[in-house]
């Protein structure tokens, strides 16, 4: 199996990548953020109780958003490996997905830290929200508080997964391809 986390602040780039390279590689993908807002459309229990953080910027609380990553990875027992989109964004949770992993014999062989100027975030960001229709991307005080709580709550695992040598920042910045490329080249040596 490989499993990658793929990290990096809001409107970097993951989940366009992601799509990329779930294709490339095999991989299943899962987006916290997407499964957050298909819960929410659908008015279920889960998209209630995390609605008010997300319009918010700020993070669901870990309780409820590991039990949601848990039961995800296990609706694809067949999986060849998992590309981890906005997960873990706390230290509580690469906890929790390194205990899941491990209870099936694997474990994440790469953080991917796609790396990019705040200022460009929020650009990138509020011309996302034009098309969207996230509630979060059409504010920009609500944008520069993600990117806030980014640095203040999720930057950490940096150092998390650097401890355990398998760190790799990537540039960001740079067309579709470019950027896969240059992410390939590190997934291609794992
Ligand atoms: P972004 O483009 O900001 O990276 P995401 O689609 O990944 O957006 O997430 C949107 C929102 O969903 C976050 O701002 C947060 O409120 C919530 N969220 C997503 N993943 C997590 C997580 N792992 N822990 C807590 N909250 C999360």
Known sequence: MINLVLFGPPGAGKGTQAD????????????TGDVFRYNIKN?????????????????VPDEVTIKMLKAKVEE???AKGFIFDGFPRTENQADALAELLESKGTTVNAMVALEVDDEVLVKRLLE???TSGRKD?????VIR???????????ILKQY???????YGI???????????RISQVIDKL
């Open 145 to 155: 508080n993600r990117i806030k709580v980014y640095y203040d709550e999720t930057a």
């Open 128 to 130: 996302r929200g034009k």
């Open 76 to 78: 694809t027992p067949e």
């Open 171 to 181: 540039d960001g910045v740079g067309s579709v391809e470019e950027i896969t490329e």
């Open 43 to 59: 008015q279920t229990e889960l998209g209630v109780s995390a609605k008010g953080f997300i319009d918010k910027g700020q993070l």
């Open 20 to 31: 990329v390279l779930k294709e490339k590689y095999q991989l299943v993908h899962i987006s």
């Open 161 to 167: 997964y650097k401890k355990q040598d398998k760190y």
């Open 137 to 141: 991307d059409a504010n920009e005080a």
